[in-house]
């Protein structure tokens, strides 16, 4: 999707995909990120989810496009920010949690530095077919070998996204070249979401994946 979308969605309030609370596959499975360390979450917007993680000490490195949704999340928490600066890109820190402004296709590891998991909630279902693959390579770059996986796609069956669907095939071909992946649960969360009922959908799921960056 192009930034000139999200900026919209952002700045008419059209975001109902944010929970009000912190995800329930993340609280379930969050042992599946290993030792508290330095936890990516891409597309990660003002999520709930990074402060959860940020209290059960990962130092959380988000990445969002819109700079009004990194902003919002510090706000609403009623804290200021440092603003950072590196090679051109531009973050918010406070404590252990940081967000980079920036497309995520163009973030680099000398930017963002090493990290010890990945926290995927919202990220790859965001996006359309075409930006798949090149968000699944930039995740392998950012992810040194070791990396821990947390994975939550959905699979439905709605005309459009996003949230796009996802299915174990994609997520198979996506990520198994470089982790080792397997699913851990499917749930049926339609009665959950009047939104998706709403645009058409007859069958939602939530898929929740883990997987490890395989070594070299």
């Given at each position: ?94 404590q252990n949690v ?84 397997a699913m851990l ?32």
């Open positions: 999707m192009e930034k000139s979308f999200w900026e919209e969605t952002w700045g008419a309030g059209r975001i109902a995909f944010h929970l009000a609370d912190v995800n329930p596959r993340l609280a379930a499975h969050i042992d599946k990120l290993g030792t508290p360390g330095r936890v990516l979450v891409p597309l990660c917007g003002k999520t709930l989810d990074m402060t959860f993680l940020a209290a059960r000490g990962f130092h959380v490195v988000g990445v969002e496009f819109v700079e009004q949704a990194a902003q919002t999340y510090f706000a609403e928490a009623g804290v200021i920010p440092a603003r950072i600066e590196r090679h051109g890109f531009v973050a918010y820190q406070h940081t967000i980079w402004v920036a497309d995520f296709l163009a973030i680099t590891p000398d930017v963002i530095g090493d990290v010890t998991a990945v926290y995927d909630r919202a990220a790859v279902v965001a996006l359309p077919e075409d930006l798949r693959a090149r968000y699944a390579q930039n995740l392998r770059a950012l992810s040194p070998s070791g990396t821990k996986l947390l994975l939550v796609t959905f699979e439905h069956d709605m005309p459009t996204g996003p949230p796009f669907s996802v299915s174990a095939d994609i997520v198979q071909t996506l990520y198994s070249e470089t982790f080792d992946l649960e499917r749930v049926d969360v339609l009665a959950d979401n009047l939104r998706f009922k709403e645009r058409g959908a007859t069958r939602v799921h939530e898929a929740v994946w883990v997987g490890q960056r395989r070594l070299g």
